[in-house]
């Protein structure tokens, strides 16, 4: 059984910083890219990055790339996703996802329950 468990969303000022965690459980590690998604009130949900285990390969969206940093570490089974230069556009809620190398959600078979990002302006 896998499971995700996000954790490290709040309320932020436009242009601060927040650091999410997900902590995963289950056979999952080496074998699942993990990603990082993102779904606002009224929008469909969208792909923010992934990083693959069995390497450093990252894999941006567009409107993160230069401000958000995705890394993992091993040997506590958690990726995190470092979000700097944070924008009003990026307030949601993030959930972390394990799948394959995609930037679709369809790809990506087990969810984590999500944690809410605010954005002050």
């Known amino acids: 059984q896998v499971q995700l468990v996000e954790s490290g969303g709040g309320l932020v000022q436009a242009g601060g910083s927040l650091r999410l965690s997900c902590a995963a459980s289950?056979?999952?590690?080496?074998?699942?890219?993990m990603g990082w998604f993102r779904q606002a009130p009224g929008k469909e949900r969208e792909f923010v990055g992934a990083?693959?285990?069995?390497?450093?390969?990252?894999l941006y969206a567009d409107s993160v790339k230069g401000r958000f940093t995705i890394s993992r570490y091993n040997a506590k089974n958690t990726v995190y996703l470092q979000m700097n230069s944070l924008k009003p556009e990026d307030a949601a809620v993030y959930y972390c996802?394990?799948?394959?190398?995609?930037?679709?959600?369809?790809?990506?078979?087990?969810w984590g329950q999500g944690t809410q990002v605010t954005v002050s302006s």
């Open positions: 990083i693959k285990w069995s390497g450093t390969s990252t």
């Open positions: 996802a394990a799948g394959g190398w995609s930037t679709s959600s369809s790809d990506y078979n087990y």
């Open positions: 289950g056979r999952i590690f080496g074998t699942y890219v």
